[in-house]
């Protein structure tokens, strides 16, 4: 990121406007009318530079940031009723908001390698999913769709209704990846 960061530690105003998903006049009306925005730490009276650890701070005190990017997901393991076992990249569970009447499906989905799809059971399908870190559990009857991301990945998707996914006892190997409190 060249020009964006001064440092490895300071920041511009217009590196601060696109961590809060505003321009660089927003955030230099902020520096005039907060009190406690970080002081500049170099640049010039025209473009000072910021701690970014200051800045982050300061704007999520502030309610300021778009959003925090997830961390990395571990890959899962899907094991089908028929012994194929195979391993899902960037992992998703998506259930029903609370409430929601018209989204009534929870639905899996990640990327898998494409010579992995043999095997794996079409239109429906009984699968245990490891998800690293959460209890696993069985879903019977789940509707399965795979499709093209790429030569080498394929994108996995199953869809089911929420009474069809039980928890399921951890796998010694699950067992290992989950947080002491879950244990």
Not at 105 to 124: C, K, L, M, S
Request: charged share 25%.
């Amino acid at each position: 990121m060249t020009g964006a960061f001064v440092t490895d530690t300071e920041v511009t105003l217009s590196t601060i406007g696109r961590m809060a998903g505003v321009g660089r006049a927003c955030v230099a009306n902020w520096r005039r009318t907060h009190d406690d925005f970080p002081e500049p730490v170099g640049g010039t009276a025209t473009s000072p530079t910021f701690r970014y650890a200051a800045a982050k701070n300061w704007l999520r005190a502030h309610d300021k940031l778009p959003y925090e990017p997830p961390a990395p997901r571990e890959p899962a393991t899907l094991v089908f009723d028929g012994g194929q076992t195979i391993t899902v990249y960037a992992p998703d569970l998506r259930v029903p908001s609370p409430g929601n009447r018209y989204d009534r499906y929870e639905e899996f989905g990640g990327y898998i390698v494409a010579d992995d799809r043999d095997g794996i059971p079409w239109p429906r399908a009984t699968v245990r999913i490891d998800v690293p870190g959460q209890t696993p559990y069985t879903v019977t009857d789940a509707n399965v769709d795979i499709s093209y991301a790429t030569r080498s990945m394929q994108y996995l998707s199953m869809i089911w209704s929420p009474e069809r996914r039980q928890l399921a006892a951890p796998t010694p190997a699950s067992a290992r990846t989950q947080p002491k409190e879950e244990r």
